[in-house]
């Protein structure tokens, strides 16, 4: 059974920041916070991931709630190739628990 | 440089008809995995192997199989397939079971 809630699309404008969603309000302590997109017709790619602090790599940042009942994909300036499904995912120990993702639909 | 290698990309089987994807990855990870998405839906973890051991989930159809000769390859073997096993099979693999995993862009299999 999925532990997150995404919204299922949304729109944003290319060069713009884009911020997804994604509540897990019944997360463990020990649960890890994943974020993976899937462009059509290829697999998944890792974007990030988290347990309680903020993280930042050169593709997204992070920002999951002081309480952990939710957290924010932010892609800082959306591109076209950035058009995908973004998957919002909780890790506990070896298992994905994917949710049913959001699709994003970057805009020129 | 792909580094999780999937083949072929598209594959038709038969109704019943034995059938086997591949899958082989330059990475040397320990963990490699099998996953079934369907349209519109999330990828399913099928069952995975941490080096030589073979962890099936439970609900798992006993129609699929695996095998992992060596650390490089991985296969997916479905024994019977029926018209519900169409789908998109993904593999990936990881370092280590509590590790980000990377996906190969995943064989798209139709059964007639």
């Known amino acids: 059974d999925a532990k997150t809630t995404q919204p299922p699309s949304m729109d944003c404008a290319e060069g713009r920041a884009a911020n997804l969603p994604c509540n897990h309000s019944t997360i463990s ?12 017709s290829q697999g998944p790619q890792y974007i990030i991931h988290g347990l309680k602090n903020n993280e930042t790599n050169e593709m997204a940042s992070l ?5 952990r009942k939710s957290s924010t994909l ?15 995912i909780v890790r506990l120990y070896r ?3 994917w949710g049913l ?8 | 440089d792909a580094m999780v290698i999937q083949n072929p990309r598209y594959q038709v089987t038969q109704f019943g008809k034995p059938v086997t994807l591949s899958c ?3 990475l040397n990870h320990n963990v490699m995995y ?16 941490y080096d030589k051991d073979f962890n099936n989930e439970a609900d798992t159809p006993d129609n699929f199989q ?21 789908a998109m099979y993904l593999c990936a693999t990881s370092r280590a079971e509590n590790q980000p995993q990377h996906f190969g862009d995943g064989t798209r299999l139709s059964i007639l």
């Open chain 1, 29 to 40: 302590g020990n649960e890890y916070v994943y974020w993976y997109r899937q462009i059509h």
């Open chain 1, 63 to 67: 920002i999951i709630t002081e309480d």
């Open chain 1, 74 to 88: 932010i892609l800082p300036h959306a591109t076209l190739r950035d058009t995908a499904v973004y998957y919002c």
């Open chain 1, 95 to 97: 298992k994905l628990i």
């Open chain 1, 101 to 108: 993702g959001t699709s994003l639909a970057v805009n020129p």
């Open chain 2, 24 to 26: 082989s990855q330059t």
């Open chain 2, 34 to 49: 099998w996953y079934q998405q369907k349209s519109s839906q999330a990828p399913k973890l099928l069952f995975h192997y």
């Open chain 2, 66 to 86: 695996s095998r992992r000769p060596n650390t490089s390859f991985c296969f997916l073997d479905i024994r019977s397939p029926g018209l519900g096993d169409a």
